[in-house]
């Protein structure tokens, strides 16, 4: 079945550091992709999002670009901040499984110092 | 606001005493979901409801219920809690199940002793 592999963390960074963190998936044709946020305390919420090959989605200063060459949908920012400190979940929104709104990765922890 | 409310958003119970954890949204969704979060494993669907009277098994059903009655509310039942079901648990809701952005409630924090 559909899967969504990303890199394990946590990922521990300065301030204003480069973020790069890696999610591959496995799917039947071309799902929508997503990366969610999810900050301490807090339920999850939509950081971007990208329907198909090739579309760049773009938030906060995040960037992911959806890589069908590749199967890939990497998550980058080009400077941290402390602020974005949180857990970092890819997913996918399977197109061959009625019901499934999206499939999870394991998350990834991204801890921003000063 | 729009919003996806979860009740309670803490809770420490015993092994076997019934409880139900309410999920009510304001947007008028007709797709919600529940998802337990567990170190390491990330989120996994329990059950999901594609519109009222409409429910179905996620992932990781066993021990679980729901109902859904009303377009708003989807609540979880646990029969009969057991250790294995402390998690934290998340309800979410969306306009149709696939494609969409989903909207996350702020979550429960489980424990069964």
């Known amino acids: 079945g559909d899967s969504v592999t990303q890199m394990e963390g946590p990922v521990t960074l300065s301030e204003e550091a480069f973020l790069t963190i890696n999610c591959t998936y496995t799917a039947t044709g071309y799902p929508s992709l997503f990366w969610y946020v999810q900050y301490p305390g807090e339920g999850l919420q939509l950081l971007l999002k990208a329907t198909k090959a090739d579309d760049k989605g773009s938030n906060k200063g995040f960037e992911a670009t959806y890589r069908k060459e590749t199967t890939s949908f990497h998550l980058e920012k080009g400077s941290v901040q402390v602020s974005d400190s949180a857990v970092y979940f890819c997913a996918l929104s399977p197109l061959n499984q009625a019901g499934t709104a999206l499939i999870f990765g394991k998350g990834t922890t991204l801890s921003v110092s000063s | 606001e729009a919003q996806v409310t979860q009740n309670p958003r803490y809770l420490i119970t015993v092994t076997g005493k019934k409880l139900t954890v309410t999920c009510s949204q304001n947007?008028?969704?007709?797709?919600m979901s529940w998802y337990r979060q567990d170190p390491g494993l990330g989120l996994r669907q329990i059950y999901y409801?594609?519109?009222?009277?409409?429910?179905d098994k996620g992932d990781v059903p066993e021990g679980y219920k729901v109902s859904r009655k009303e377009k708003r509310n989807f609540p979880l039942i646990l029969e009969s809690p057991s250790p294995n079901q402390t998690s934290l648990y998340f309800c979410?809701?969306?306009?149709?199940?696939?494609?969409?952005?989903?909207?996350f409630g702020p979550g429960t924090r489980l424990t069964v002793t």
């Open positions: 979410a809701s969306s306009f149709t199940g696939q494609g969409t952005e989903q909207y």
């Open positions: 409801s594609m519109n009222v009277e409409v429910t």
């Open positions: 947007m008028n969704h007709e797709y």
